[in-house]
Structures are given as structure tokens and as C-alpha cells.
């Protein structure tokens, strides 16, 4: 089993397309939408997290091509806000891989988001809010 985020966009005509019944249906898919802006009459975009067979993933999105909606696998990626981090240095106790220190002369905290893994473990650590997992293709 594999799990994949993925951004759809409709053309207009396409928008009633059923792609959710197609998703379980056909392909034993399971779903949850996180986002979705369609229109019957503009078309639209809709964020999905799916799961199922890799192979069945393949076939769905293959469906979705077929049918002119344009598919994004979109990764997971960290954020640190840096507007609203006070630089008490609590996330650098939770990270294992070293992406949050303290700057030695500045005290202020620097993010090297290459050595990130997306571990999370950050997010409950912060008391700020100032992490957060964005999506991006
Ligand atoms: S998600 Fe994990 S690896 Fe990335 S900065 Fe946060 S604690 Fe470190
Ligand atoms: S825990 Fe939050 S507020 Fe504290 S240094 Fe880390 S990101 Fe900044």
C-alpha cells in the first residue's frame, strides 16, 4: 500500500467527471479530499491523499490524464515562519537530523530544510505555531 497527495485540475467540462466513484470503484482506492474549488461551468482543483495499491494509483491517475485533468503529485515540505518564531530554541531538542540549531553567535534559530526528513516531530514542539508541513509539487 501507498499513500500520495495529488492535485487535479478540471478543464471546464470536465468538472462533473466522476472521479471519486471511479477512484473506489474501478480501482479500490481510498480517499479523503483536503481541498476542492470546482465548478460545474469553470472546472476547478481539488487536492486528494490516496491510498491503495501502487499499481491501482498508477492506473487511476492514468484515467485522469486520459481524461485532460492535468495531475500533480505534490511532496511534503516544512515551513518555518520566521515572523512568528521567538527563537527559544525548544524545536532543536526534538530534531534528530540537525535541520533546526541554534546559531552559535545570533542565538537565532536557522532551518536547513535540505536535512529535513519531515519527521513532524517539531510542529507539537514549537509553542508558537511557527512549523508547519506545506504541500508543493
Ligand atoms: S520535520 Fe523533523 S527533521 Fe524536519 S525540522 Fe522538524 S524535527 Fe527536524
Ligand atoms: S520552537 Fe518554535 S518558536 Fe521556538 S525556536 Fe523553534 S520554531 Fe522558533
Redesign the pocket.
Known amino acids: 500500500m501507498k499513500s500520495v497527495k495529488v492535485l487535479l485540475k478540471f478543464p471546464s467540462g470536465q468538472a462533473d467527471m466522476p472521479v471519486a466513484w471511479k477512484f473506489a470503484t474501478e480501482y479500490g482506492l481510498e480517499f479523503s479530499i483536503l481541498q476542492a474549488d470546482i465548478r460545474p461551468d469553470r472546472g476547478g482543483r481539488c487536492i486528494m491523499d490516496i491510498t491503495g495499491e501502487p499499481e491501482n494509483i498508477e492506473d487511476a491517475l492514468y484515467y485522469c490524464r486520459q481524461a485532460n485533468v492535468q495531475v500533480t503529485v505534490l511532496s511534503r515540505t ?1 515551513v518555518w515562519d520566521d515572523e512568528c518564531c521567538v527563537h527559544c530554541g525548544a ?1 532543536t531538542a ?4 540537525k ?2 540549531s541554534l546559531d552559535k553567535e545570533t542565538a537565532e534559530l536557522r ?1 536547513d530544510n535540505s ?9 507539537p ?1 514549537c509553542p508558537t505555531g511557527a ?1 508547519r508541513v506545506d504541500l508543493m509539487p
Open positions: 516544512m524545536c526534538v530534531c534528530s537530523k535541520a533546526l532551518f536535512k529535513c526528513i519531515v519527521c513532524e516531530m517539531c510542529i514542539a512549523m
